[in-house]
């Protein structure tokens, strides 16, 4: 089925040969990662150098009695940071290339990632110019909240515009609920036809069928703003070794970016028993430009690391990654595929919790949880390789759950 963008390339008499491939969801994937990945090799050089000039780098031990957190901080005093700005840049543009501009899906996705990482980079302005831990808690999650509940209410008005247009005359079975949908094909000489649930504002559950999926209704806003708060800090608080968050958010986007393709096709979704997701292949495209980017961050990144992608990078990958998620209508699937945002951020809850609690008493060494390993005296490269391993599994665990139902 040609999407949109290609049938205006058809009507302005260039798509022909080659740009034929454009058709294909699989050809934009693969180009969108190509196009992030080549633009962050080229980009990033220059950057680190102007972030050198300016003095934008780490300022080392923060003094606050973490003694071997801060021997390992000491040691990458200098190194630049807020590379976030080009790795945010990149997959933008990468977005604007190669998604299709008709969908909206694809500026929510762009709004959430310019968003979060505004927040991100009003914080490591203020690291660096005033010498603080970065912007008080309360202001950030209050523009946090706000981007947030901008996005949600975006998702919601999206959403119900889809549900407008599809559950409409031969489109809606008769005799079924309001938001199931058929689509017609013409295969050589026979009609296939495919009924799934189109993914309106339900929440749906891993291992339960899709009938049994939840209606949020306008209660769907809140949720987009609980998601999306909750995986920025998450994976804000994954960013703490060289190439810890960035190479896992390449294996989480990669696993995205099946599930977005995959719920975007009614062949696949009536198979799976999953919502079908209306203008989803553009998320699986938009998945693939932050696993390029990601994959070329690495490059710089990795041990010893010549720039740190700062909360620029980390709040904009994190925000971006929960409305990808919403947007699949395969939430629950976080705690799989983001399974080390998920334990660093509650490794975070639960030493806060204890120590406020018990008198001073800590579960960990030290939190984030990859502290705590480094208190145990593992080197930082196998820290990052071991919890690279561990959310491999986990993509693999959520990619196998969408069978079982």
């Not at 680190?48 to 300022?59: A, H, N, P």
């Not at 480094?374 to 759950?401: D, N």
């Amino acid at each position: 089925m040609m999407s949109r963008l290609n049938n205006l390339l058809a009507d302005w008499g260039v798509y022909w040969g080659p740009l034929r491939l454009l058709d294909y969801v699989t050809t934009r994937v693969v180009l969108a990662a190509l196009t992030a990945f080549i633009l962050m090799l080229v980009a990033m050089p220059p950057l680190i150098r102007w972030l050198k000039r300016k003095k934008f780098g780490e300022s080392g031990a923060k003094g606050d009695g973490a003694v071997v957190v801060d021997a390992m901080r000491e040691g990458k005093k200098g190194t630049p940071t807020m590379g976030g700005l080009g790795l945010v840049a990149c997959i933008a543009l990468t977005g604007l290339l190669w998604c299709d501009p008709l969908e909206l899906r694809t500026w929510l996705l762009q709004f959430g990632l310019l968003s979060f990482a505004l927040v991100g980079f009003l914080d490591d302005r203020t690291k660096i110019f005033k010498g603080a831990k970065g912007t008080p808690s309360s202001v950030k999650l209050g523009i946090q909240l706000l981007a947030a509940a901008v996005c949600g209410i975006g998702l919601y008005i999206i959403n119900q515009h889809n549900a407008d247009l599809l559950l409409t005359g031969a489109d809606h079975p008769a005799g079924f609920p309001l938001d199931w949908y058929k689509k017609h094909y013409e295969l050589q000489g026979h009609d296939i036809s495919y009924t799934v649930r189109l993914g309106v504002h339900q929440l749906s559950f891993p291992f339960v069928p899709v009938e049994w999926a939840v209606n949020l209704g306008v209660g769907s806003v809140l949720w987009v703003v609980f998601v999306s708060v909750s995986c920025a800090n998450g994976v804000n608080f994954t960013d703490g070794m060289d190439g810890l968050a960035s190479g896992t958010m390449l294996i989480a986007a990669l696993a995205f970016m099946g599930i977005a393709y995959l719920t975007s096709r009614v062949d696949s979704a009536d198979y799976l028993k999953v919502l079908y997701i209306s203008g989803g292949q553009d998320v699986a495209i938009y998945c693939a430009a932050i696993a390029g980017a990601c994959l070329g961050f690495l490059w710089f990144n990795s041990a010893p690391a010549e720039v740190f992608m700062g909360d620029t990078g980390s709040q904009a990958l994190g925000g971006v990654f929960g409305l990808i998620a919403l947007n699949t209508k395969q939430e629950f699937l976080i705690l799989l595929v983001g399974l080390v945002f998920v334990v660093e951020a509650a490794s975070v809850a639960i030493q806060v919790a204890s120590y406020r609690l018990r008198g001073g008493k800590r579960v960990f060494l030290c939190a984030p949880i990859h502290h705590h390993f480094q208190y145990k005296g593992w080197p930082e490269s196998k820290i990052v390789l071991r919890f690279w391993i561990v959310a491999a599994l986990g993509a693999l665990a959520a990619l196998a759950t969408l069978k079982v139902r």
